[in-house]
């Protein structure tokens, strides 16, 4: 059998994502009859159909002799010993903290598909990143298109177990255990979709699912994603129009997207948000000196992994982070944090893709207030396009592969 990742690829990842339609139907089976399943009593049976397909994928990346010598070049490997030196010096600090093992494992759920990122890393370095998003993109059509069927009949008739839609239903969730989990992946999969020539149609219909989700966040990240359509088709002497008032347009968002109208919810008031005061509470409470603040007080008492398996309250000191950033100090600290801008400041500087601005700032943003690295599939797909686009700095590991030979000899 002849392994050709070009072919092969875009069906695994579009396999991969997949597997969100049925590792939540305990959850979304209860939510449609008006139960609200709490933490601890969740179904886990059918999740780990996801861990199977990403195996699938690291063995498939393994077996195919180009995208593991890419993924094993020396810099990489340089690269991934720093990080998990840190990584292990963060578990056992938590262990020198008395944390259960379990909570430190669970805040490495940052890294779970960091192996995607190295797949679309080397594809882009091998000159394919775009011919294999285009024929990804072209796969999810049929995802998008079930989760608009199901998401259209929520916000008509689900019970509103979530909030509030403005077609007087549920707020919808598709194939997922919240409305918040399904609008950020619909805001990604606008993302993805805004990569490829001529998809125009499927960003909208993205961006129409993230705002009937009524999430704030996915609504400002999908809007993130048309301003950025906007600024493309502009020229470049009338950018600056568009520029000039993002802030106003960023703060008009936020209020908007916290209306009644399109939250679903009456306590959705940005200035009385619970999250602030959560945040508030965290630092007073558990940062206690210079320690905690370079490496963290706990990896993984934020992680809505924990949270979900044990309850809220089981460990001392848990919480839910609801911020990737927050996330990131707890468990590993402000050196944690810094190294992570830095790698996306970094993507930004040395890319040469040509929407690179647009996929950057859709990771700044999105992790605001949402710990996107935890919540499959948006983690997935976000991965796997961070490596695409940094890939496309420096020079390529071997000759750029041509996406129209390609596409003529893989045609099916």
């Not at 890294?111 to 797949?119: G, H, K, R, S, T």
């Amino acid at each position: 059998m002849k392994i050709r990742f070009e072919k092969d690829l875009p069906f695994l990842l579009f396999a991969l994502v997949s597997a969100s339609t049925v590792a939540a139907l305990p959850q979304v089976e209860s939510a449609w009859t008006g139960v609200k399943e709490v933490y601890g009593e969740q179904d886990f049976g059918l999740r780990i159909l996801r861990e199977l397909m990403l195996l699938v994928l690291v063995a498939y990346a393994f077996f195919e002799p180009r995208l593991r010598n890419g993924a094993l070049s020396s810099t990489v490997l340089a690269f991934l010993a720093v990080v998990a030196s840190y990584v292990l010096f963060e578990i056992g600090y938590a262990l020198y903290l008395d944390l259960p093992l379990v909570v430190p494992m669970a805040g490495l759920r940052v890294f779970e598909y960091l192996p995607l990122a190295l797949i679309g890393f080397v594809t882009s370095r091998l000159g394919a990143g775009s011919y294999i998003i285009n024929r990804f993109a072209h796969f999810l059509r049929y995802y998008i298109a079930l989760q608009a069927v199901l998401a259209i009949a929520q916000a008509l008739w689900a019970p509103p177990l979530f909030g509030v839609s403005f077609f007087g239903g549920g707020r919808p969730f598709g194939t997922f255990v919240s409305p918040n989990l399904f609008g950020a992946t619909m805001a990604t999969c606008a993302l993805l979709f805004a990569l490829v020539p001529g998809m125009g149609k499927w960003v909208a219909v993205s961006v129409f699912l993230a705002l009937l989700s009524g999430s704030r966040t996915a609504f400002i990240s999908s809007l993130l994603v048309v301003y950025f359509q906007v600024y493309a088709v502009l020229r470049p002497r009338d950018r600056w129009a568009l520029v000039m008032p993002a802030p106003i347009l960023a703060v008009g968002a936020l209020v908007l997207a916290s209306s009644p109208l399109l939250s679903g919810r009456d306590d959705a008031d940005p200035t009385q948000d619970g999250r602030i005061d959560l945040w508030q509470r965290v630092f007073s409470e558990q940062m206690h000196g210079p320690a905690d603040l370079l490496f963290g007080w706990g990896l993984g008492l934020s992680s809505n992994t924990i949270n979900v398996l044990y309850g809220a309250e089981h460990f001392k000191g848990q919480f839910d982070s609801d911020s990737l950033y927050l996330f990131l100090l707890n468990g590993y600290g402000l050196i944690g944090l810094l190294a992570y801008l830095l790698f996306l400041w970094t993507t930004a500087r040395t890319s040469v893709h040509p929407n690179k601005g647009m996929v950057v700032m859709f990771i700044l943003i999105a992790g605001l207030t949402f710990n996107m690295w935890e919540y499959f599939p948006q983690n997935a797909m976000l991965m796997y396009l961070w490596g695409m686009v940094l890939g496309t700095g420096g020079q390529p590991v071997s000759a750029p592969v041509q996406a129209e030979r390609i596409f003529r000899s893989s045609r099916f």
